[in-house]
């Protein structure tokens, strides 16, 4: 079946082909030639994940998923948590913000942290379906590793002694927060008979 993943990342995309073994045919907005993106002005994962797949649906008319994701540390108040795009800064280099972060860490004993993702499917207006991946964990003492994005060489996936940037993207697929959602969507999919092909 033909779903829209609305994002401009052609990785998540990519993700989410791969782990339906090429059985849905994702397309991106960016495939549609859609340049515009919603507001996240939702007050949790859940909210915006559902706020920008019903954009996109409403926009379309093709069944569509969207997600919102984020990092929430214990010591730092779940701090950067649903804002973790815009933490100290939108336009703030990522290797900026681990430093801080890590400096922000220096006297915490509790280095727990979690990263989360909430999927929300919509195949029509009353259609609607979200799922929530976990990856708990915690803040390493340094940055480490060069793969992935965002806050990924600082954050330990729970017992693994690698941090998401050290790990190959297969690897970090098979555990990760969004992996997990995505993967609750396809067998939710697999289990609507009329959307087998
Ligand atoms: P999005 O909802 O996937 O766009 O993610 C929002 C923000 O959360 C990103 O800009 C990153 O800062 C952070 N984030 C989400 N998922 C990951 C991940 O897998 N690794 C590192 N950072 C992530």
Not at 37 to 43: A, F, M, R, W
Not at 79 to 93: K, N, Q, V
Not at 177 to 183: L, S, T, V
Request: with cysteine; proline share 3%.
């Amino acid at each position: 079946m033909k779903l829209l993943l609305a994002t401009q990342n052609p990785n998540k995309v990519l993700e989410l082909k791969r782990l339906s073994h090429n059985h849905l045919d994702v397309v991106s907005l960016k495939d549609l030639n859609i340049q515009e993106d919603v507001e996240e002005t939702g007050k949790s994962f859940e909210e915006n994940a559902r706020l920008k797949a019903l954009w996109a649906y409403q926009k379309t008319g093709i069944p569509c998923i969207a997600d919102d994701s984020g990092l929430e540390i214990t010591a730092l108040n779940n701090e950067p948590g649903i804002y973790s795009a815009r933490y100290l800064g939108e336009d703030t280099a990522y290797s900026i913000k681990n430093q801080i972060i890590l400096e922000r860490m220096q006297d915490q004993s509790d280095r727990s942290a979690r990263f989360i993702s909430v999927v929300c499917l919509v195949l029509g207006e009353n259609d609607v379906h979200c799922f929530e991946g976990i990856m708990p964990g915690s803040i390493d003492f340094e940055a480490k590793g060069f793969n992935g994005f965002g806050y990924d060489p600082i954050f330990l996936p729970e017992n693994h002694s690698l941090t998401y940037a050290e790990m190959d993207l297969q690897l970090k697929n098979s555990l990760s927060h969004r992996g997990q959602a995505f993967r609750k969507v396809i067998a939710y999919l697999e289990s609507r008979v009329e959307y087998e092909k």
